[in-house]
């Protein structure tokens, strides 16, 4: 079966950094993708990781494990327009279905 | 066009009526998929298309969803005989198959609400 995991909410402090968990249990793997999507709007695309390890772009880096099911997304030196809900996709066949966690949701504190 | 549109913004219809809601994705992007989020939800996989064929219709529900893209473009999503249960927003994607990321670039939604 498709199964992905990650927090429901999250809550941080403007200026410090937060580490967004994702878990996933898929049938097939060819990549797993970080979105960001801000309420009422549309999830736009973060980050990609096909290969262990970690990809930095700019604050925000994301690591993966392809042996442990794992990922996380990590934002560095929050700012208030960071909070929104973040989304962990895994694309289980080439071009084909991608499957998307519950989202967590992110808060930002000044 | 410069992003991935969708029309219309918002539909509010009643049980048991029939809508169809429209993607026009990214000019050169051969593949498109619909979604569908409910309130507090990631997007879930409806149907995906690579040029004007169905790869991979596996998400849709049940038979009252359907889904064409007859020129490789434009694609209609079409729901008969509407249910409360189909309220939400459906979300288009498209992406160009063959870059090494193969990042989906989603259109702003469709606002359902069946009443």
């Known amino acids: 079966g498709q199964n992905i995991d990650q927090p429901t909410e999250m809550t941080a402090t403007e200026g410090a950094i937060v580490q967004i968990n994702c878990t996933y249990q898929?049938?097939?793997?060819?990549?797993l993708f970080w979105y960001q999507q801000h309420a009422g709007e549309a999830p736009t695309f973060l980050s990609y990781?096909?290969?262990?390890g970690l990809e930095e772009k700019g604050r925000f880096s994301s690591f993966l494990s392809r042996s442990k099911g794992y990922s996380y997304l990590l934002l560095k030196e929050l700012q208030m327009k960071d909070s929104a809900s973040y989304l962990c996709?895994?694309?289980?066949?080439?071009?084909?279905?991608?499957?998307f966690g519950p989202g967590t949701r992110l808060s930002v504190l000044p | 066009g410069a992003g991935v549109s969708q029309t219309p913004s918002n539909k509010v219809t009643e049980k048991g009526k029939y809508v169809e809601l429209r993607c026009d994705p990214i000019?050169?992007?051969?593949?498109l998929y619909w979604y569908r989020q409910s309130l507090g939800q990631g997007p879930e996989f409806l149907i995906y298309?690579?040029?004007?064929?169905?790869?991979?219709d596996s998400g849709l529900p049940n038979d009252r969803f359907f889904a064409v893209r007859p020129e490789g473009s434009v694609s209609t999503l079409k729901i008969q005989r509407t249910e409360r249960g189909d309220s939400a927003v459906y979300l288009c994607?498209?992406?160009?198959?063959?870059?090494?990321?193969?990042?989906?670039?989603f259109g702003p939604g469709t606002r359902l609400t069946v009443l």
């Open positions: 994607a498209s992406s160009t198959i063959g870059q090494s990321t193969d990042t989906q670039y």
């Open positions: 898929t049938s097939g793997f060819n990549g």
């Open positions: 990781n096909v290969l262990d």
């Open positions: 996709a895994v694309r289980d066949n080439y071009g084909q279905n991608f499957v």
């Open positions: 000019s050169g992007h051969t593949a």
């Open positions: 298309f690579q040029g004007t064929g169905a790869a991979d």
